[in-house]
């Protein structure tokens, strides 16, 4: 007779030694497969043009503008040449003010 500390002798050790071989050879046969071949040859993106056109307003801001056709919509970023460094030191904080107006619409 083995001893009483023997592995099969302890609860659930005679399902774990059938359950884990059984879990080993679901996750292998679970395991990557090879996927499709290469899809089919894509054409290349259409040339895009890069034109842009610069215009200076009379209150001195820079615009430019560089239109692109390929889909219906409009992007817009706004630039700042101004920050901590130029602000006034009689008026300390003014580009951090000037920030919140323009982003947070105030």
Do not use: I
């Amino acid at each position: 007779m083995p001893p009483p500390d023997a592995p099969h002798d302890r609860p659930g050790a005679r399902r774990a030694l059938v359950v884990l071989p059984l879990c080993a050879a679901l996750l292998a046969a679970c395991g990557p497969r090879p996927g499709p071949g290469p899809g089919p040859e894509l054409p290349p993106p259409p040339e895009v043009p890069v034109t842009a056109s610069l215009e200076r307003l009379d209150n001195g801001l820079a615009v430019v503008v560089r239109p692109m056709r390929l889909a219906p919509v409009v992007a817009l970023q706004v630039w700042v040449d101004a920050g901590a460094a130029d602000d006034p030191p009689a008026f300390p904080g003014m580009a951090h003010l000037f920030e919140h107006l323009l982003f947070k619409g105030n």
